[in-house]
């Protein structure tokens, strides 16, 4: 695909624009000891709810909200470690999620990027994104926001890909997606968005799905690669591009591979 179609930018809001593990310095000031291993349970229990809850999509289940995905699943890993929070407690944890840290790049990469409509879509609500940005001091730099509830179902189900193209009048193949939950970006993908994951750990890249078209380790870079696309010469390389796909991997950089 020629980079000149990529038209807009759409990014996940949780662990991509902002750090779900920042919820660990309240967890741990409110149970010692225990903060990085109760902020990693609830972020895998809140993951696992939302999948479970597209499954069970039936007339007898009320799909629950991300709001309410988000309470619950701290809920059972409260109950896991067996920690004594109250009732406070929890509401300040789940209070929280409106004030997630944003990633140090994150600001820096949405303004370079303003040529481009630059959207959020998330499993998120509004009541809770909306609070989210503007804590952050990143609304200024986002064009729109994206919830999930609008297509009834959480990621990665193509009804809620497809909810950003509509919205942006473009087709899949014209819009960056970019996120950091590797199975986000390869439903991205598989949809056909020019998917970028942004892979902070350096994992293996998922082997059920089509590969990413991007691998970075950062905003930045995913920044740097958008803003390159956009000059005349590398705009006429798309075979070069292409190539790199399968190139075996760089120390550092970004790269195309599957890990």
């Not at 499993?123 to 609008?150: F, Q």
């Not at 956009?230 to 070069?240: D, L, Q």
């Amino acid at each position: 695909m020629s980079p000149t179609k990529l038209t807009a930018c759409v990014f996940d809001a949780y662990g991509t624009l902002f750090d779900v593990a920042s919820v660990a310095a309240l967890a741990e000031s409110l149970a010692p000891g225990h903060g990085a291993d109760l902020a990693r349970l609830w972020r895998g229990k809140q993951l696992e709810y939302t999948w479970l809850a597209s499954l069970m999509a039936s007339p007898g289940y009320q799909r629950p909200d991300f709001a309410a995905v988000t309470a619950m699943a701290l809920d059972w890993a409260i109950a896991a470690l067996v920690l004594p929070l109250d009732a406070t407690a929890r509401t300040a944890l789940v209070d929280e999620y409106r004030r997630l840290a944003p990633y140090p790049d994150a600001r820096a990469a949405l303004e370079s990027l303003s040529r481009h409509p630059r959207w959020i879509r998330s499993n998120g609500t509004r009541a809770m994104l909306d609070p989210l940005l503007a804590a952050t001091g990143l609304r200024d730099v986002i064009d729109g926001v994206i919830s999930v509830d609008e297509a009834g179902i959480y990621k990665p189900a193509p009804s809620v890909y497809a909810l950003a193209a509509r919205r942006l009048h473009a087709p899949p193949s014209g819009i960056a997606f970019v996120s950091a939950n590797a199975w986000d970006a390869a439903g991205a993908q598989a949809f056909g968005f020019t998917a970028f994951w942004i892979n902070r750990a350096g994992i293996p890249a998922d082997r059920h799905a089509p590969s990413p078209a991007y691998i970075v380790g950062s905003l930045a870079e995913v920044a740097t690669i958008l803003t390159g696309l956009e000059s005349p010469a590398r705009a006429a390389r798309p075979a070069v591009r292409t190539a790199k796909r399968r190139a075996p991997p760089r120390a550092s950089g970004p790269s195309r591979r599957r890990a």
